[in-house]
């Protein structure tokens, strides 16, 4: 059974930085899961839907979302199963529990989830 697991979540103050990162355990692959399957990450706000942040497959360009272009980065180590979301210049509406996702065999896999608060 496939376990992903959020980290690198915390408090930081509007313009701050925080790299969050996703571990997957129990894969029978000795590949990266993230780099051969589409991975995503994802946040909610309270009171809000889940909505997708950034999105890697594994034949074509990393993407994220409008608001967040040019501030978060999506990335994956090829040596482990890790994948890692660099946030930069982070805002108060960036403020969410954030989720990484991963998409096996038509089967999606879901972390716990980490909080990320900003302060302005």
């Known amino acids: 059974q496939v376990q992903l697991v959020e980290s690198g979540g915390g408090s930081v103050q509007a313009g701050g930085s925080l790299r969050l990162s996703c571990g997957a355990s129990?894969?029978?692959?000795?590949?990266?899961?993230?780099?051969?399957?589409?991975a995503k990450w994802y946040r909610q706000a309270p009171g809000k839907a889940r909505e997708w942040v950034a999105l890697?497959?594994?034949?074509?360009?990393?993407n994220v979302r409008e608001s967040v272009r040019g501030r978060f980065t999506i990335s994956a180590d090829d040596t482990s199963n890790m994948m890692y979301l660099q946030m930069n210049n982070l805002k108060p509406e960036d403020t969410a529990v954030y989720f990484c996702n991963v998409e096996i065999k038509m089967k999606t896999y879901w972390g716990p989830g980490t909080q990320v608060t900003v302060s302005s």
């Open positions: 890697m497959t594994p034949h074509g360009p990393s």
């Open positions: 129990g894969t029978a692959s000795n590949s990266n899961v993230f780099t051969v399957n589409t």
